[in-house]
C-alpha cells in the first residue's frame, strides 16, 4: 500500500495551496484537481488502487451547488477521510457564516483560513490535528508499539487490540506462521502454543491471558509505591474527573497517585469524537483528551497504575489515614477522591452475551469498527456516547442503525450530535426499539439480530455484523464500604444530597464530599453529576480545594 493522499481541489488558489502543502509530500501522495468532477474521479481511482485518502481540501471558490456536490460525493467515495474547507480571507466572513451549520454537523471537519504566506503554524496545526486523528482511527499503523501474535483474532486478541487503543498505542495482529510472528516467537520459543503473545518495542515479550497482565507489563504494579510513603491524594479512576484531580493536585505541590481498573480517559477515552469541548473548535478524540491530561498529569508528578481495580478502602492501623486495596497492593493515602465512574448496563440477552467478542461489544470499540467496512451496524443507547460511536461506525460500515427504546433523542443527546446524525445518510434512528434476540454464522461471529416495537411488540429481523451496546449507567462502587452513602440507584452520595441525619452538628459535607471524612467522590459516580465530560473535569478540579481544606484542618 501506497502513502495516504491529501486531494486538494482548487480551480483560482492552486498554487497557494500546492505551496502550502509542499511541506506534507514526503509522507503523503498530495493530488492537485480544478473541479468536483476530477476528485471525485481521483477518489475512485486512489482507492481502486488500494491507496487510502486521508485528507480532501476543497477551497469554496468553487460554484455553491457544485462545492455541496463535492462535499458529499467525497465522503461517498471516501466516508473514512477527513475533510477540509478553505477560504480566501476576501470571502472568510461569508463563507464563516454558510458552512456554519456544516462544520456543526459533520459534514465537514473544519474551515479555515486560507495560509496568507509561508510558515501559517495555526493553520497547518489545524492541519496537523485532522491527520493525526486519522491516522488514529482509520489509518493502519506505519509502526507498531505493539504486537499480538494469535492464530486466531478472538475474543481477547481483540479486548488486547481495544485497550491499547485506548491507551493510544498502535498496535497490530500477526499470524505465528507470518514474517513478523515467526521472528516475535523466536524471541519466547517457551511461549509457542500459550496465545496470544505480545511483544512491545520496549524490549519485552511473553504470553498475556487478560488485559491486566498487558496493564501490567506497560505500567507497572500498584505495590510498587513505597509502603513507608502516604501520599496526599489516590485517585481511584482516571476517567476525566480523576484525571482532572490529578493535574491540579499534583500541580500544587501535592503528592497524588491515580488507580484506573482498565484505560485512561474511562468511558469518555472511547468517545471517536468529542466535539462541544470547550477549547477544541474542531473536536478532540477521548483516546486524544486523556492522554493530554494524563502527560500533564505526569509532568507535574501523579503516578499512574493501569488495570488494577480498588478492591476495598480501610482505616490504617492508627486511624490518621485511608488505605486503598487493590490485588496488586495497598496505597496509603491522607485523601481519598472517587471517581470510578460508570459501566454500560447489560443488555440481558443470553444469546447475544454468548457472542460478545464476535460481533458484540460493550462499548465504542473503536479497533473493531473498522472491521466492519460494508456492514451493517447496530449501535444500542440514546446518549452522546452512542451518538458518537454510531458516526463513527458509519465511516466504515455500509449502514448503521441506532436503536433507542424513547421516542425521542433530544431527552439523552446533545443537539449538535443529533444534527449530525440526522445528516448523515449512512445512520438510521429507530425509536421505540429493542433488540431482543441475535444469533451466529457458521464460525461463530454474529450474524443477525431480532428487534421489537416496544409499544406493539412486533418484531423483526435484520442482518447486522456487529452490535455496539451503550446503554445508561451502572456506578462502579461495589468495592467501597457501606459508611459511603449511596442512593437507590447506587451513586456516591455528596454534600447536601447527603440526608440531614447523617450531617455532623447539623452541618453537612463538603461540597464532593462523601459520609466518610476524608473521602471524596467526583465525575458519573456521584449523585446528581450531569455525566458530561466537561462536567466531570470541572469537579475533579474543584475537589482538590475541599482536598487542600481536609488537609490543613
Not at 489509518?139 to 481495544?162: F, H, N, Y
Amino acid at each position: 500500500m501506497g502513502a495516504p493522499a491529501i486531494v486538494i481541489a482548487s480551480t483560482h488558489h492552486a498554487a497557494e495551496l500546492g505551496e502550502a502543502f509542499a511541506r506534507y509530500e514526503r509522507e503523503y501522495d498530495v493530488r492537485h484537481v480544478s473541479d468536483e468532477v476530477m476528485a471525485k474521479a481521483t477518489a475512485k481511482e486512489l482507492v481502486h488502487s488500494g491507496h487510502q485518502v486521508a485528507l480532501f481540501v476543497v477551497d469554496s471558490d468553487h460554484d455553491r451547488d457544485k462545492l455541496v456536490g463535492l462535499i458529499n460525493g467525497t465522503r461517498q467515495a471516501v466516508p473514512t477521510s477527513r475533510r477540509l474547507i478553505v477560504t480566501h480571507v476576501s470571502r472568510f466572513r461569508e463563507d464563516n457564516q454558510t458552512f456554519r451549520h456544516a462544520v456543526a454537523a459533520g459534514k465537514v471537519d473544519a474551515l479555515l483560513l486560507m495560509p496568507q504566506g509561508p510558515r501559517d503554524e495555526e493553520f497547518h496545526l489545524a492541519v496537523g490535528e485532522l491527520l493525526n486523528e486519522w491516522n488514529a482511527t482509520v489509518a493502519t499503523p506505519v509502526v507498531e508499539s505493539v504486537r499480538i501474535i494469535t492464530p486466531e483474532k478472538d475474543a481477547l486478541a481483540r479486548d488486547l487490540l481495544d485497550y491499547l487503543a485506548r491507551v493510544g498505542m498502535p498496535a497490530g495482529v500477526h499470524h505465528p506462521d507470518s514474517e513478523v510472528g515467526r521472528r516475535v516467537m523466536a524471541t519466547c520459543p517457551d511461549e509457542v502454543g500459550h496465545w496470544p503473545v505480545v511483544s512491545s518495542l520496549a524490549g519485552w515479550s511473553g504470553h498475556c491471558p487478560d488485559v491486566r497482565s498487558l496493564a501490567i507489563r506497560l505500567y507497572g504494579r500498584p505495590d510498587e509505591i513505597d509502603v513507608d510513603q502516604v501520599v496526599d491524594l489516590v485517585v481511584v479512576g482516571a476517567g476525566p474527573a480523576g484525571l482532572a484531580a490529578s493535574v491540579y493536585a499534583s500541580s500544587e505541590g501535592l503528592s497524588t497517585v491515580c488507580l484506573e481498573a482498565e484505560a485512561i480517559g474511562g468511558q469518555a477515552g472511547t468517545s471517536s469524537m468529542i466535539r462541544n469541548y470547550l477549547g477544541f473548535p474542531r473536536g478532540i478524540s477521548g483516546m486524544r483528551l486523556a492522554q493530554r491530561a494524563r502527560g500533564q498529569a505526569l509532568r507535574f508528578g501523579t503516578r499512574f497504575f493501569t488495570g488494577w481495580p480498588a478492591t476495598g478502602i480501610s482505616p490504617c492501623a492508627d486511624g490518621d489515614h485511608h488505605v486503598v486495596h487493590t490485588d496488586g497492593g495497598d496505597v496509603h493515602a491522607r485523601t481519598v477522591l472517587v471517581s470510578t465512574g460508570v459501566d454500560y448496563r447489560r443488555l440481558g440477552v443470553e444469546s447475544l452475551e454468548d457472542l460478545v467478542g464476535r460481533g458484540v461489544y460493550y462499548g465504542a470499540a473503536m479497533a473493531a469498527a473498522r472491521e466492519l467496512a460494508g456492514d451493517h451496524v447496530v449501535v444500542v443507547g440514546g446518549g452522546n456516547s452512542a451518538g458518537q460511536a454510531a458516526v463513527h461506525a458509519a465511516r466504515f460500515a455500509s449502514a448503521v442503525t441506532l436503536v433507542v427504546r424513547r421516542p425521542d433523542l433530544r431527552e439523552t443527546m446533545s443537539s449538535y450530535l443529533i444534527d449530525e446524525i440526522e445528516w448523515n445518510p449512512r445512520v438510521t434512528v429507530r425509536t421505540c426499539t429493542r433488540v431482543v434476540d441475535g444469533g451466529p454464522d457458521d464460525v461463530g461471529q454474529l450474524a443477525w439480530l431480532d428487534v421489537e416495537d416496544v409499544d406493539s411488540g412486533a418484531r423483526e429481523r435484520v442482518e447486522a455484523r456487529g452490535l455496539f451496546l451503550l446503554l445508561g449507567a451502572s456506578p462502579e462502587c461495589g468495592w467501597l464500604p457501606p459508611t459511603v452513602l449511596r442512593d437507590d440507584r447506587g451513586f456516591v452520595l455528596t454534600g447536601r444530597d447527603v440526608g440531614s441525619e447523617h450531617w455532623v452538628d447539623g452541618v453537612p459535607p463538603a461540597e464532593l464530599a462523601t459520609t466518610l471524612p476524608g473521602v471524596f467522590a467526583g465525575g458519573d459516580i456521584r449523585a446528581g453529576s450531569m455525566k458530561r465530560v466537561a462536567s466531570a473535569t470541572g469537579e475533579g478540579a474543584s475537589v482538590v480545594a475541599s482536598v487542600h481544606a481536609w488537609l490543613g484542618r
